[in-house]
T-cell receptor, first 113, second 111 residues
């Protein structure tokens, strides 16, 4: 009965490869997010979707492309991976109102070698 | 854009000592949220403060929202080893859905 689930938990890959991370939430929330947490633990928002529509698109390289097939799913595809992409990527969901708290997934630790 | 500053970055305490982390925003916040991230874990929502001057308690944790709604604090009384982790404050940026996180305060507790 996991609320926000991400796969895979760990991802080790070489520079130049393309990889995807999947996220699903069963909370019935309208809004989903991708956050990146770097080695210094700083949490930075990347994207947000509300009911399958992109509403937040931060200054992220266009090698990163989110896709939301429905409001319960938000995937992240990364092309031509670089060393600097190594981080923990968290998916989160919320009710879509600015006052609503976020529920985070367990994270995907991406290591690019 | 709005920034949420959090201090201190690190705090080491002996078990039983108190701990406080402070959060300051460059703009007035409609609300502020606090999250805890255990080592190797994910951020977990603790509480949300909405009203000016609001104070909320959760057992040994006391959360305050400033009168001007630009600052907040989290105080832990008599820390325990289970309190270790990084504590983040977060506030919505302007009128958007974007939740901006502070850089967090990493708490370690020596038994």
């Amino acid at each position: 009965d996991t609320a926000v689930s991400q796969t895979p938990k760990y991802l080790v890959t070489q520079m130049g490869n393309d990889k995807s991370i999947k996220c699903e939430q069963n909370l019935g929330h309208d809004t989903m997010y991708w956050y990146k947490q770097d080695s210094k633990k700083f949490l930075k928002i990347m994207f947000s979707y509300n009911n399958k529509e992109l509403i937040i698109n931060e200054t992220v390289p266009n090698r990163f492309s989110p896709k939301s097939p429905d409001k319960a799913h938000l995937n992240l595809h990364i092309n031509s991976l670089e060393l600097g992409d190594s981080a923990v990527y968290f998916c989160a969901s919320g009710k879509g109102v600015r006052t609503s708290p976020l529920h985070f997934g367990n994270g995907t630790r991406l290591t690019v070698t | 854009g709005q920034q949420v500053m959090q201090i201190p970055q690190y705090q080491h305490v002996q078990e039983g000592e108190d701990f406080t982390t402070y959060c300051n925003s460059s703009t007035t916040l409609s609300n502020i949220q606090w999250y805890k991230q255990r080592p190797g874990g994910h951020p977990v929502f603790l509480i949300q403060l909405v009203k000016s001057g609001e104070v909320k308690k959760q057992k040994r944790l006391t959360f305050q929202f400033g009168e001007a709604k630009k600052n907040s604090s989290l105080h832990i009384t008599a820390t325990q080893t289970t309190d270790v982790g990084t504590y983040f404050c977060a506030g919505p940026q302007g009128g958007s859905e974007k939740l901006v996180f502070g850089k967090g305060t990493k708490l370690t507790v020596n038994p």
